[in-house]
């Protein structure tokens, strides 16, 4: 992995670990040990998904630029569906708390989607390819004036 992704997961993962310890500890406050551990569970279930698509996303961009768009709408859509679908398989459960999880897991989401939002935001992107300074410089023409 390249050093930009990786610093572009680090800088996702470590606030949504932090949103995810926050609420382990409040589910522990709340519905003791099982409510912590489903806490737990949620946020690591949160990173991987998050962290895998993230990657997938970013090697994408790199090798085929003109499906980006496509491919991060598709991406977004299927973890969206899979978390859902994560979260309707353990609904009943009886390993850690269904609550503690389901809220645990939309706010780890909530706070990777923002997390991610502001890495973006502060990463130095170029938008324009710089000239290259060894290349042939194009003979001005017109007037003079």
Known sequence: MPSQDARTVLQVAVPT????????????VVAGGKGALGAAVATVVVILFMGVGLVVLQRTARSLPQLFQ?????????????LFVF???????????????????VATTLGWIGAQARA??????????????????????????
Request: charged content about 20%.
């Open 17 to 28: 670990a932090a949103v995810g310890a926050v609420a382990a500890g409040i589910s522990a």
């Open 70 to 82: 496509a491919m991060g709408l598709m991406l977004y859509t299927t973890q969206i569906l899979l």
């Open 87 to 105: 979260m309707a398989t353990f609904k009943d459960t009886e390993l850690f708390n269904p609550r503690t999880f389901a809220a645990t897991l």
């Open 120 to 145: 973006h935001m502060k990463a130095k992107i170029l938008y324009v390819e710089p000239e290259d300074s060894k290349a042939e410089k194009p003979a001005k023409t017109g007037s003079p004036s």
